[in-house]
């Protein structure tokens, strides 16, 4: 069964940062490309970041592109995503996605004053 379980977000202030989680299992992470999603409040699901299997390649969305960092860690079949200089319209459900139907459960990032 693949599960995949984000963890990381919380309540930041705006210009502040923090790094998301991604734990993965139940496939062969380092064969998968996987990536980032957000939904926020009343919105509908916005795709954020893209990495290859060997992270060789990553791909942004302009809304992030020279805030965000995808990586991931192979060896702990772990995917990251670092948030930096974020904004309040950063805020969001975040979600890890293997494909466009399999993500995990999400956490919460709030970018307020």
């Known amino acids: 069964e693949v599960q995949l379980v984000e963890s990381g977000g919380g309540l930041v202030q705006p210009g502040g940062f923090l790094r998301l989680s991604c734990a993965a299992s139940?496939?062969?992470?380092?064969?998968?490309?996987m990536m980032w999603v957000r939904q926020a409040p009343g919105k509908g699901l916005e795709w954020v970041s893209t990495?290859?299997?060997?992270?060789?390649?990553?791909y942004y969305a302009d809304s992030v592109k020279g805030r965000f960092t995808i990586s991931r860690d192979n060896a702990k079949n772990t995917l990251y995503l670092q948030l930096n200089s974020l904004k309040t319209e950063d805020t969001a459900m975040y979600y890890c996605?293997?494909?466009?139907?399999?993500r995990g459960q999400g956490t919460q990032v709030t970018v307020s004053s």
């Open positions: 990495i290859n299997s060997d992270g060789s390649s990553t």
């Open positions: 139940g496939f062969t992470f380092s064969r998968s490309g």
């Open positions: 996605a293997k494909d466009q139907s399999t």
